[in-house]
C-alpha cells in the first residue's frame, strides 16, 4: 500500500512570515512529486512539481525534494491571507497519483 | 488552451438510486483520465483511470463502475447508490510524460 503522509494541521503562521509544508512517502519508486493547492468547496489546483532532488523555486514557492529521505516539502515565503487553503502532496511513481490527506494551513493578518 | 469539463456540480441523490457523471476533456488528444473521490475528513482516493477509449483500471473495487465512450470523454456510474458513496468527485486528466494532473471542477454528490 502506498502512502503519503502529510500533517493535518491546521498550521497557522502570521502574513508574511515563512510556512513550511512537510510531506512523507513510502513507495521508494516514486518518480514525480507535486504540491496541490485546494480551497475550501473547490478542487485542487497544481502549484509546483518537483522531480529530481533539491531545490525548486517558483515564485513565492519553493519545493524540496530528498529521494534518500523520502521527504518532500513545500515552502511559502512571504505568506497571504488568501494562502490560506488546504495543501496536498502526490506523488507519482508506476501507478497514478497518490495524495496525501492534506495540510490545512491559516495565514494570519 | 485545455479545459475539463464535469457536471453536474451538486447532486443529492436518494439511497438505491442510479448515478451518471460526466466529464469531458477539450484540447487535448489522448489524455490519460482519472476519477477520485473526496469524503469528508478523507483524502484523495483514485477509484478508475483510463490511457484510452474502452480501457479501465480499477483502483477500488465497489458499487461504482466507469466507461470511456469516446477519447475524450470519461463517465462514473452506479445502479445503486450507497450513503458511503458521498463525497466530492473530481475528475482529472494529464499528457503521458507530462507532469501533474488537472482537476475538474467536481460534483458534490450527497446520498440521502
Known amino acids: 500500500q502506498k502512502e503519503v503522509e502529510q500533517n493535518s494541521g491546521p498550521l497557522s503562521v502570521p502574513e508574511g512570515a515563512i510556512a513550511s509544508l512537510n510531506c512523507t512517502y513510502s513507495d521508494r519508486v516514486s518518480q514525480s512529486f507535486f504540491w496541490y493547492r485546494q480551497y475550501s468547496g473547490k478542487s485542487p489546483e497544481l502549484i509546483m512539481s518537483i522531480y529530481s532532488n533539491g531545490d525548486k523555486e517558483d515564485g513565492r514557492f519553493t519545493a524540496q525534494l530528498n529521494k534518500a529521505s523520502q521527504y518532500v516539502s513545500l515552502l511559502i515565503r512571504d505568506s497571504q491571507p488568501s494562502d490560506s487553503a488546504t495543501y496536498l502532496c502526490a506523488v507519482e511513481g508506476n501507478t497514478p497519483l497518490v495524495f496525501g490527506k492534506g495540510t490545512r494551513l491559516s495565514v494570519i493578518a | 488552451s485545455q479545459t475539463i469539463h464535469q457536471w453536474p456540480a451538486t447532486l443529492v441523490q436518494p439511497v438505491g438510486s442510479p448515478l451518471s457523471l460526466e466529464c469531458t476533456v477539450e484540447?487535448?488528444?489522448?489524455?490519460?483520465l482519472y476519477w477520485y473521490r473526496q469524503a469528508a475528513g478523507r483524502g484523495l482516493q483514485l477509484l478508475f483511470y483510463s490511457v484510452g477509449i474502452g480501457q479501465i483500471s480499477s483502483e477500488v473495487p465497489q458499487n461504482l463502475s466507469a466507461s470511456r465512450p469516446q477519447d475524450r470523454q470519461f463517465i462514473l456510474s452506479s445502479k445503486k447508490l450507497l450513503l458511503s458513496d458521498s463525497g466530492f468527485y473530481l475528475c482529472a486528466w494529464s499528457v503521458r510524460g507530462a507532469g501533474g494532473y488537472t482537476f475538474g471542477s467536481g460534483t458534490r454528490l450527497t446520498v440521502v
Open positions: 484540447g487535448t488528444s489522448n489524455p490519460n
